[in-house]
Nanobody, 114 residues
Framework: VQLQASGGGLVQAGGSLRLSCSAS????????VAWYRQAPGKLRELVAS???????NYSDSVKGRFTISRDNAKNTLDLQMNKLRPDDTAVYYC?????????WGKGTLVTVSS
C-alpha cells in the first residue's frame, strides 16, 4: 500500500486545516489507519487512529479539536483539524497497518502561527 498525504500549509492559531491521505490500495483490508506527527526536535507521536474500521482514538492534546475519518470507497483517510494551536506545528504522516506490516506516507507540513 502506498500512501500520499496532502493538505498541509500555514494557518493562524484558531484556524482549521483538513489533511487527506490517499491510498493506492484498499483501506478496507487495513486493521489500523492513523495520523502521526513529528514536531522539530521531538519524537513522532500518534495523533489519531481508527482501529478495525470503527474504533476512533485520539491523543489527549487533540481530543475535541481533531476528527479522523476514512472513506473506504475512495480509499482516503482524512484528518479535520480545528482550533489549531502553535504547538500543533509538525510534519503530519498517515500510517496504515496490516498484520505486522506498517505503511507510511511522506509527510505534509502544518505550520500554525501565533
Amino acid at each position: 500500500v502506498q500512501l500520499q498525504a496532502s493538505g498541509g500549509g500555514l494557518v493562524q492559531a484558531g484556524g482549521s486545516l483538513r489533511l487527506s491521505c490517499s491510498a493506492s490500495g484498499s483501506l478496507h483490508s487495513l486493521s489500523v489507519v492513523a495520523w502521526y506527527r513529528q514536531a522539530p526536535g521531538k519524537l513522532r507521536e500518534l495523533v489519531a487512529s481508527i482501529i478495525s474500521g470503527r474504533i476512533e482514538n485520539y491523543s489527549d492534546s487533540v481530543k475535541g479539536r481533531f476528527t479522523i475519518s476514512r472513506d473506504n470507497a475512495k480509499n482516503t483517510l482524512d484528518l479535520q483539524m480545528n482550533k489549531l494551536r502553535p504547538d500543533d506545528t509538525a510534519v503530519y504522516y498517515c500510517n496504515a497497518q496490516r498484520g505486522s506490516l506498517n505503511f507510511w506516507g511522506k509527510g505534509t507540513l502544518v505550520t500554525v502561527s501565533s
